[in-house]
């Protein structure tokens, strides 16, 4: 379960879990931290089950006005656990093709929340974390934030439909050079590209997403969540065509000679060589 404590507004202080997960409530606020064991917070399954379990959680409370998620001080994350996809190589199809499941519903439940969803980035925020990133309404990024999104250069795709969400925010060219091409962005140039909605200074992100949660928290709830509704509607219209297969096409690349190599390469910090095996 999620690690919850319930804060009024001004009051410090959470709860810690193993898994690094926690929520903390601030009257109709919720903020959702994620700071893990691993040096680079990284998006394990049992990391990434607490986040969907928290969004569900979540989507049952009627008068939340906003939802912020935020990583540590230092970065949101470096993406997922590989460690944690060398166990799922081992599983059967069947049960494989379910354990990639939780990347995509995860990505899902936070774009399904009524309320105002907010997600502030310090440091790297990378591969998974950029994934989770577009389903959010805003997000907001500090000085020092950096977006990467390295999964081509492992020998993936790039799933967990984040593709039509990435095209809704950049547009076509742009969700390109940082999917194909695996581009580095700095926090100015994700502005600039449309992927952050805000600039705050270094260590600011999380306060500037609390002035939004704020200001939401000040409408009437209701109507706050019609006008998201509507709005979604119509950005994500075609979404679910576009992405319908990417989990199965993971699978595919999983398959792969070039995905072996692409995982391999980065452990051992040299080139891939990669032939289309």
């Known amino acids: 379960m ?44 049992a990391a990434m089950t607490a986040l ?3 969004a569900r959680g ?9 939802v912020v998620l935020t990583g540590r001080a230092d970065l949101f994350t470096l993406g997922f656990n590989l460690a944690d996809g060398d166990r799922m190589g081992a599983l059967p199809l069947a049960e494989r093709r379910e354990a990639l499941s939780v ?20 440091g790297w925020c990378v591969g998974g974390g950029v994934a989770i990133a577009g389903g959010f309404d805003l997000r907001v990024a500090g000085a020092g934030a950096r977006f990467y999104v390295p999964e081509i250069e492992r020998g993936m795709n790039m799933s967990w439909g984040s593709l039509p969400r990435l095209v809704n925010l950049m547009g076509p060219a742009r969700t390109k050079r940082l999917v194909m091409l695996a581009e580095k962005l700095d926090a100015a140039k994700a502005a600039e590209w449309g ?3 805000e600039l705050a200074p270094a260590g600011g992100a ?9 200001r939401a928290a000040t409408m009437p709830p209701v109507q706050l969540r019609m006008c998201k509704a509507g709005i979604n509607a119509y950005a994500n219209a075609l979404a679910p065509v576009a992405a319908a297969l990417d989990r199965d096409q993971y699978l595919l690349a999983q398959a792969s000679a070039d995905y ?18």
Request: hydrophobic fraction near 40%.
């Open 2 to 45: 999620v690690a919850t404590t319930h804060k009024r507004a001004g009051e410090a202080g959470m709860a810690a879990s193993d898994h690094g997960v926690s929520i903390e409530r601030r009257d109709r606020i919720a903020i959702i931290r994620l700071d893990g064991p691993t040096p680079g917070n990284l998006l394990s399954q």
């Open 52 to 54: 969907l379990e928290a």
């Open 58 to 66: 979540l989507s049952t409370d009627p008068y939340l006005a906003a």
């Open 103 to 122: 990347g995509p519903r995860l990505c899902a439940a936070f774009e399904a929340l009524e309320p105002l969803t907010i997600m502030a980035v310090e």
């Open 195 to 197: 992927l952050v909605d």
């Open 206 to 214: 999380l306060d500037r997403a609390l002035e939004f949660a704020a």
């Open 260 to 277: 072996a190599e692409g995982v391999a390469s980065f452990r051992e910090k040299r080139e891939p060589q990669y032939r289309g095996e």
